[in-house]
C-alpha cells in the first residue's frame, strides 16, 4: 500500500543519532524530499558548521539555523533532518509542531558516544573530556526532545533501514501526517 505524506518530518535528537542517514532512507523510502537544515546553513555560508560557530558564534549559528529551518518548513514537504540543539529553542519547537513533525530518534548515550568518539567534525565536543561533555549534553536536551510529537528508540541492532521502517510505523499513528493511498 502507498503512503502521502501530508506535512513535513522533522528529524531532531543528539548528534550521532541517525537524523541524516535515517532522513535519507525514509525520504528514499516515501518518495519524497530530503533536506538537512544544517546542510542549507553551510551552503548558504560558504563554512562549515565548525567554522561559523568560531567565527561568530554559537548564537549566530542558532539564529540562522531558525530561519532556514521555518524556509524549509515553508517551501517543500519532505523529510527534513536538523543539527542536535535546533529543537532546544522553543520557536523552533513552535514552529515545527505547527509546520510539520517533530520525530525524536531517541538513541541512548553508548549508542551516542560509539558513534561520535572517533570524529572531530562535531564542535561541540572538542574538549579536553569529549565523553563528559556528550553527557553533559545529553542530560540537558533529553527532556526536550522528549516533548517531541513522536519518539522512536534507537538501537545499535538496528541498521538504518529499520530505523526508517520504525519511523513510518510511528507516522502510520498520525493519519495528519502520513496518509494510506490505495
Not at 541517525?18 to 542549507?40: H, I, Q, W, Y
Amino acid at each position: 500500500m502507498a503512503v502521502k505524506l501530508k506535512k513535513t518530518v522533522v528529524l531532531v535528537g543528539m548528534m550521532g543519532a541517525g537524523k541524516t542517514a535515517v532522513g535519507r532512507a525514509l525520504a528514499a523510502r516515501l518518495g519524497v524530499p530530503f533536506l538537512d537544515s544544517d546542510a542549507e546553513i553551510v551552503k548558504a555560508a560558504n563554512m562549515s558548521i565548525s567554522e561559523i560557530f568560531e567565527r561568530d558564534g554559537e548564537s549566530f549559528f542558532r539564529r540562522k539555523e531558525a530561519q532556514v529551518i521555518e524556509r524549509l518548513l515553508d517551501e517543500e514537504r519532505g523529510i527534513l533532518s536538523t543539527g542536535g540543539g535546533a529543537y532546544l529553542a522553543e520557536g523552533n519547537r513552535e514552529v515545527i509542531s505547527d509546520k510539520g513533525v517533530a520525530v525524536w530518534l531517541d538513541a541512548d548515550l553508548d549508542l551516542l558516544w560509539s558513534r561520535v568518539k572517533h570524529k572531530d567534525t562535531r564542535p561541540l565536543l572538542r574538549t579536553a573530556n569529549p565523553l563528559a561533555t556528550l553527557t553533559e549534553i545529553y542530560e540537558a536536551r533529553v527532556p526536550i526532545y522528549r516533548r517531541s510529537d513522536l519518539s522512536v528508540k534507537a538501537d545499535a541492532q538496528f541498521s538504518i533501514d529499520d530505523m526508517a521502517g520504525r519511523v513510518i510505523d510511528v507516522l502510520r499513528t498520525r493519519p495528519d501526517v502520513l496518509e494510506e493511498v490505495v
